[in-house]
């Protein structure tokens, strides 16, 4: 429970801050996390946040390493 909470509060932190592209990473590192704890819902929708931030930001780097992560995770 501290992992996710400390994920959440970064998120927020990082959404307050105005540095989308720290929360988008953020979101795919807790998302990567609850995929691991069987929690496959949440995971997805962070994971489908973090690449919608990614595509936006034009961060395509970011979005391939978000796809091999992904992959691993699974």
Same mark, same amino acid.
């Given at each position: 429970?501290? &992992?996710?909470?400390?994920?959440? $509060?970064?998120?927020?932190?990082?959404? $307050?801050?105005?540095?989308?592209?720290? @929360?988008?990473?953020? #979101?795919? *590192?807790?998302?990567?996390?609850?995929?691991? $704890? *069987? @929690?496959?819902?949440?995971?997805? $929708?962070? %994971?489908?946040?973090? @690449?919608?931030?990614?595509? #936006? %930001?034009?961060? %395509?780097?970011?979005?391939? &390493? %978000?796809?091999? @992560?992904?992959? &691993?995770?699974?």
């Amino acid at each position: 429970a501290e &992992v996710e909470a400390a994920f959440r $509060q970064a998120i927020e932190l990082f959404e $307050q801050w105005g540095t989308p592209s720290e @929360r988008a990473r953020t #979101e795919c *590192d807790l998302g990567l996390w609850l995929s691991g $704890q *069987d @929690r496959i819902e949440e995971a997805d $929708q962070l %994971l489908a946040d973090a @690449r919608a931030t990614y595509e #936006e %930001l034009g961060a %395509l780097g970011r979005l391939e &390493v %978000l796809a091999a @992560r992904r992959e &691993v995770a699974r």
